[in-house]
């Protein structure tokens, strides 16, 4: 099993709908968890970050966190134009370093 | 904007000849990475500092040297380039202040390309 999974493939989603991302990983004691976005030929950009189970919300963005089902997810709402980018899944793994996955591209239909 | 910069961001050289690609931070981070992005791999680790003049390897290190002799800049050196190589660079950084905090701000990248 790969350490950090994003298995869907391309999401394309019309404008003002939610848009849903998952990422599985595969070590049990992971702690800390991140999303980036990154738009094409770009840096990847930090847009959330949880540590805790449960929900954590910025804005149009929420973060959920299930440590017992090893998964992360993203949710979008109200999405824009401006949101269609590649989203990358990050868990920490020892000495401050980050396992990313392949990263799932959104694109938001008007 | 984390200030952080990496130069040169676009670079053409040929398979062979050494490589460095600078990065530079403008606050006191204490940890930097070098990853490299390409389809179908996402972002690896090739090398990250824990302080000054201490590194050590991620996962595609092999090829590849890195050197930090001061808190700003972390160098990244292909001894001598392949094609295989070719990719784009992103440096991060991540514990401002010497913090316990974990999230990476990325550089704006290198492409590199080795003909």
């Known amino acids: 099993q790969k350490e950090v999974e994003q298995n869907s493939g391309p999401l394309s989603v019309p404008e003002g709908a939610i848009a849903s991302l998952n990422c599985t990983y595969s070590d049990r004691g992971s702690q800390s968890f991140f999303w980036y976005r990154q738009y094409s030929g770009k840096s990847p950009e930090l847009i959330m970050f949880?540590?805790?189970?449960g929900d954590k919300e910025d804005g149009r963005f929420t973060a959920q966190l299930n440590k017992a089902s090893q998964y992360v997810s993203l949710l979008i709402r109200d999405s824009q134009p401006s949101d269609s980018a590649t989203y990358l899944c990050?868990?920490?793994?020892?000495?401050?370093?980050?396992?990313f996955g392949k990263g799932n591209q959104v694109v938001v239909i008007p | 904007d984390a200030g952080i910069t990496q130069s040169p961001r676009h670079k053409v050289t040929e398979t062979g000849t050494p490589v460095t690609l600078r990065c530079h931070q403008t606050e006191n981070h204490r940890y930097m990475y070098w990853y490299r992005q390409d389809p179908g791999h996402g972002l690896r680790l090739i090398h990250y500092s824990y302080g000054v003049k201490d590194t050590d390897k991620g996962e595609v290190s092999d090829g590849y040297s890195v050197s930090r002799s001061k808190t700003e800049d972390f160098l990244l050196t292909l001894e001598s380039a392949t094609s295989s190589q070719t990719s784009v660079y992103f440096c991060a950084i991540s514990g401002l202040d010497g913090a316990t905090s974990y999230e990476q701000y990325f550089g704006p990248g290198t492409r590199l390309t080795v003909t």
């Open positions: 949880i540590y805790s189970n």
């Open positions: 990050a868990v920490m793994r020892g000495n401050n370093r980050l396992a």
